[in-house]
């Protein structure tokens, strides 16, 4: 593989994040899971969460968890099993989360044949609208199915938030969690193990000493990762600079800024629109739309201005710099969310651990 484009994933930055987001958790009782699926779960980015204090490595796919099976660490499913996954659900996840009856009795099923006891967090919906029932009696149903079921455990009730109808983590919907967990607890004469109230977007909640007090997991990807929080603001007593990616530079040339003649579409089926700066000097660099979304990197470098790209090109203009660019000199960009995800999952991307 190519050296670059490359992302620079700082492991010590995230570890770092992770210790500080551990403390404070633990100061409210919390202890939060870690969530990989931002890097693929590398087993290189798990190890760095578990070297900040956690204990469960939690990711949305059972071949994310495959990947980190050999670190010492209990693992979660995050996103709801797919029944055609279940085998692979009981072997490689000590604990996943759940809505569905259906998939309860495969669980239990599989987890019997391969002599295993499987643990369940069950997902109630607070309004988000993704995943879990949205009424009290449908989970409070679920529940009882569950404690039925041989081979699985019912350890925790669980909901998910901010993630698709913009619902945010509040006192409110989280003591409704609560208060519905309690319900389960007395109705069924267990304890829960686990109240899993929210994600990284708890964490104001949890900061500002709203986060009720019966709330013991927050299942942290972003905030660890890199430094954010809800809305992606950036999360008190963390590193936002975890993740970098460095482009090389292929050709530098000075050319006018508006095409000649443009009438046709461009690579992606749209109107190109030009700003005429004049004559400029620009830079073409190796990496491009099949790598990442172009709009959501931008230059460490100030005095760069990112004009366009198409697949596999990025255009810049190198006009205003101070920094004398070179053929083969690299040009480093701060990431988005979106981009991190982008670049840790394209094979033309290469990884660099620091
Ligand atoms: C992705 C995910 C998380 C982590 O969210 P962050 O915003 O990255 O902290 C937590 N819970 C579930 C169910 C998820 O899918």
Same mark, same amino acid.
């Given at each position: 593989?190519?050296?670059y484009?490359?992302?620079?994933?700082?492991?010590?930055?995230?570890?770092?994040?992770?210790?500080n987001?551990?403390?404070?958790?633990?100061?409210?009782?919390?202890?939060p899971?870690?969530?990989?699926?931002?890097?693929?779960a590398?087993?290189?980015?798990g190890?760095?969460?578990?070297?900040g %204090?956690?204990k469960?490595?939690s990711?949305?796919?059972?071949?994310?968890?495959?990947?980190i099976?050999?670190?010492?660490?209990?693992t979660?499913l995050?996103?709801?099993?797919?029944?055609? @996954?279940?085998s692979?659900v009981i072997?490689?996840?000590?604990?996943s989360l759940?809505?569905?009856?259906k998939?309860?009795?495969?669980?239990?099923e599989?987890?019997?044949?391969?002599?295993?006891l499987?643990?369940?967090?069950?997902?109630?919906?607070?309004?988000?609208?993704?995943?879990g029932?949205?009424?009290?009696? $449908?989970?409070?149903?679920?529940?009882?199915?569950?404690i039925?079921?041989p081979?699985?455990?019912?350890?925790?009730?669980?909901?998910?938030?901010?993630?698709? %109808?913009?619902?945010?983590?509040?006192? @409110?919907?989280?003591?409704?969690?609560?208060?519905l967990?309690?319900?389960?607890?007395?109705?069924?004469?267990?304890k829960?193990?686990?109240?899993?109230?929210?994600?990284?977007?708890?964490?104001n909640?949890?900061?500002?000493?709203?986060?009720p007090?019966?709330?013991?997991?927050?299942?942290?990807?972003?905030?660890?990762?890199?430094g954010?929080?809800?809305?992606?603001?950036?999360?008190?007593d963390?590193?936002?600079?975890?993740?970098t990616?460095?482009a $090389?530079?292929i050709?530098?040339k000075?050319?006018p800024?508006?095409?000649?003649?443009?009438?046709?579409?461009?690579?992606?089926?749209?109107k190109?629109?030009?700003?005429?700066?004049?004559?400029?000097?620009?830079?073409?660099?190796?990496?491009?739309?099949?790598?990442?979304?172009?709009? @959501?990197?931008t230059?460490?470098?100030?005095?760069?201005?990112?004009?366009?790209?198409?697949?596999?090109?990025?255009?810049l203009?190198i006009?205003?710099c101070?920094?004398?660019?070179e053929?083969?000199?690299?040009?480093?960009?701060?990431?988005?969310?979106?981009?991190?995800?982008?670049?840790?999952?394209?094979e033309?991307?290469?990884?660099?651990?620091?």
């Amino acid at each position: 593989m190519s050296t670059y484009p490359c992302i620079n994933i700082h492991l010590d930055k995230i570890t770092e994040n992770t210790q500080n987001m551990v403390g404070v958790c633990k100061a409210c009782n919390v202890s939060p899971t870690g969530v990989t699926k931002l890097a693929c779960a590398y087993p290189e980015v798990g190890q760095a969460i578990l070297n900040g %204090g956690i204990k469960i490595l939690s990711d949305s796919r059972i071949s994310n968890l495959k990947k980190i099976r050999h670190l010492d660490a209990v693992t979660m499913l995050l996103r709801l099993p797919a029944l055609s @996954e279940i085998s692979d659900v009981i072997k490689y996840a000590d604990i996943s989360l759940n809505s569905e009856a259906k998939t309860l009795e495969a669980l239990s099923e599989e987890a019997v044949k391969q002599d295993k006891l499987h643990k369940v967090i069950l997902m109630h919906d607070l309004g988000d609208l993704r995943e879990g029932s949205f009424y009290d009696e $449908e989970t409070l149903a679920l529940s009882r199915k569950a404690i039925e079921l041989p081979g699985i455990e019912l350890v925790g009730l669980g909901t998910n938030l901010a993630c698709y %109808g913009g619902v945010e983590p509040t006192a @409110e919907n989280q003591t409704r969690l609560v208060d519905l967990a309690k319900q389960i607890e007395t109705e069924l004469d267990i304890k829960l193990q686990y109240i899993s109230g929210a994600s990284s977007a708890g964490l104001n909640l949890l900061l500002d000493g709203e986060l009720p007090k019966e709330i013991n997991q927050l299942r942290l990807g972003a905030s660890l990762m890199m430094g954010i929080g809800l809305n992606d603001d950036p999360v008190p007593d963390t590193r936002q600079d975890t993740f970098t990616l460095t482009a $090389e530079i292929i050709e530098i040339k000075i050319k006018p800024s508006v095409p000649v003649n443009s009438t046709a579409l461009d690579a992606f089926g749209n109107k190109p629109e030009f700003i005429d700066r004049g004559l400029r000097k620009r830079a073409i660099c190796a990496i491009g739309k099949q790598d990442v979304d172009i709009s @959501e990197i931008t230059p460490v470098d100030k005095d760069i201005i990112v004009i366009g790209g198409s697949s596999d090109h990025l255009i810049l203009d190198i006009d205003y710099c101070k920094k004398p660019y070179e053929i083969g000199s690299l040009v480093e960009f701060e990431l988005t969310y979106g981009a991190v995800l982008q670049c840790m999952t394209s094979e033309y991307v290469c990884k660099h651990f620091v």
